[in-house]
């Protein structure tokens, strides 16, 4: 089965509930505090019944955080719990939803605050995307209260200044923004049945539309079952009995000859060079894109495993073990801190 939405087991060290009255007000790092070390994974992991733990990972195995936040409380008698993932990257912070309304940031400088709040209730959910320069938020509004249940999509001021537009959701469809492609808006597609599954980061195997967000205009589409983050070469895809494949955004795809029926998970490099892949012959493998060659990164059952960078890859090979930030140019490795599942990359934008 793919890894599910939130992967258990502690985090090292023990993580700080998020707090923080706004962007002006979040804790500042300390005096001669170094620049961030780069980009970084974002590792999100389930810590109780009620919480989840978020984090960052650096390619020379620092951290940042991780910090706590409340679960949805969505209504079980509203139907199964949602996939909608809780978090946001941006070109400099990871966002991530407490409880049901209120969104909190992380930097890689471990400061953290409250961004803004997004509706949510017993009966209805909010998934949000953050823009890469902090300065706008999507949100998807799903009220289960209904039947069908509705969405309402629109974008915002992330400050809250005005601005609020409306897009258009078409009667019945089930749409979320994750992510944004050069000004223009990335939504997971989904329908009923990806409440109960989640099949990628973001809980869709539907695929991605690219809209307008200032019109809703249908621009382009990535349609596949995704793996993997989605980046700005766009993502890996599992099709069944075909090659294991990678797609961008203008639908182009690329794919990886022969029989490898035992793929259950992949994720593509930020910069679409390269692929990960597991778990044939339980080896977490290499897919080299140009090239077309494939190497073996290690052995591996069924690994949490996401991309820092263009050539570091953040490797768990199992349940409570310590990850490890393996440079895949070289075949060296450094112990990192932090454990969970690799759902986004800072900076984060497509």
Request: glycine residues 14%; hydrophobic residues 40%; contains cysteine.
């Given at each position: 089965?793919?890894?599910?939405?939130?992967?258990?087991?502690?985090?090292?060290?023990?993580?700080?509930?998020?707090?923080?009255?706004?962007?002006?007000?979040?804790?500042?790092?300390?005096?001669?505090?170094?620049?961030?070390?780069?980009?970084?994974?974002?590792?999100?992991?389930?810590?109780?019944?009620?919480?989840?733990?978020?984090?960052?990972?650096?390619a020379d195995g620092r951290?940042?955080?991780?910090?706590?936040?409340?679960?949805?409380?969505?209504?079980?008698?509203?139907?199964?719990?949602?996939?909608?993932?809780?978090?946001?990257?941006?070109?400099?912070?990871?966002?991530?939803?407490?409880?049901?309304?209120?969104?909190?940031?992380?930097?890689?400088?471990?400061?953290?605050?409250?961004?803004?709040?997004?509706?949510?209730?017993?009966?209805?959910?909010?998934?949000?995307?953050?823009?890469?320069?902090?300065?706008?938020?999507?949100?998807?509004?799903?009220?289960?209260?209904?039947?069908?249940?509705?969405?309402?999509?629109?974008?915002?001021?992330?400050?809250?200044?005005?601005?609020?537009?409306d897009l258009p959701v078409?009667?019945?469809?089930?749409?979320?923004?994750?992510?944004?492609?050069?000004?223009?808006?990335?939504?997971?597609?989904?329908?009923?049945?990806?409440?109960?599954?989640?099949?990628?980061?973001?809980?869709?195997?539907?695929?991605?539309?690219?809209?307008?967000?200032?019109?809703?205009?249908?621009?382009?589409?990535?349609?596949?079952?995704?793996?993997?983050?989605?980046?700005?070469?766009?993502?890996?895809?599992?099709?069944?009995?075909?090659?294991?494949?990678?797609?961008?955004?203008?639908?182009?795809?690329?794919?990886?000859?022969?029989?490898?029926?035992?793929?259950?998970?992949?994720?593509?490099?930020?910069?679409?060079?390269?692929?990960?892949?597991?778990?044939?012959?339980?080896?977490?493998?290499?897919?080299?894109?140009?090239?077309?060659?494939?190497?073996?990164?290690?052995?591996?059952?069924?690994?949490?495993?996401?991309?820092?960078?263009?050539?570091?890859?953040?490797?768990?090979?199992?349940?409570?073990?310590?990850?490890?930030?393996?440079?895949?140019?070289?075949?060296?490795?450094?112990?990192?801190?932090?454990?969970?599942?690799?759902?986004?990359?800072?900076?984060?934008?497509?």
């Amino acid at each position: 089965m793919l890894l599910a939405a939130a992967a258990c087991g502690p985090f090292g060290g023990a993580p700080a509930r998020g707090s923080g009255a706004g962007a002006v007000g979040a804790r500042a790092a300390p005096a001669g505090t170094p620049p961030p070390p780069g980009p970084a994974a974002v590792l999100e992991q389930l810590a109780s019944p009620t919480t989840y733990t978020i984090g960052l990972v650096f390619a020379d195995g620092r951290s940042a955080g991780p910090v706590t936040a409340g679960l949805r409380t969505v209504s079980s008698t509203a139907g199964a719990a949602a996939a909608m993932p809780v978090f946001s990257a941006s070109d400099s912070r990871v966002y991530y939803l407490d409880g049901d309304n209120e969104v909190r940031f992380l930097d890689r400088y471990g400061a953290r605050g409250s961004a803004t709040r997004v509706p949510g209730g017993s009966h209805s959910q909010s998934a949000f995307a953050v823009s890469p320069d902090d300065r706008r938020i999507a949100v998807a509004v799903v009220d289960d209260s209904a039947t069908p249940s509705t969405t309402r999509l629109y974008v915002d001021d992330l400050a809250g200044s005005g601005g609020q537009v409306d897009l258009p959701v078409a009667a019945g469809a089930r749409v979320w923004p994750v992510g944004w492609h050069g000004g223009e808006l990335v939504l997971a597609m989904g329908s009923a049945p990806t409440q109960s599954l989640a099949g990628n980061p973001y809980g869709t195997f539907g695929g991605y539309e690219l809209v307008d967000a200032t019109t809703g205009s249908r621009l382009g589409t990535l349609a596949c079952d995704p793996a993997g983050v989605l980046t700005p070469a766009g993502t890996a895809c599992l099709v069944g009995g075909t090659p294991l494949t990678v797609q961008d955004f203008a639908g182009r795809t690329r794919s990886l000859l022969g029989a490898l029926h035992s793929v259950v998970t992949a994720a593509e490099s930020p910069d679409g060079a390269r692929v990960a892949f597991c778990c044939v012959s339980g080896q977490l493998q290499l897919w080299d894109v140009a090239e077309g060659s494939v190497t073996a990164l290690g052995s591996a059952g069924s690994p949490d495993y996401g991309w820092i960078d263009a050539t570091h890859l953040l490797v768990s090979d199992a349940p409570g073990q310590r990850p490890r930030a393996v440079d895949v140019t070289t075949g060296a490795s450094l112990p990192a801190a932090g454990q969970g599942r690799v759902v986004g990359m800072v900076p984060g934008g497509l």
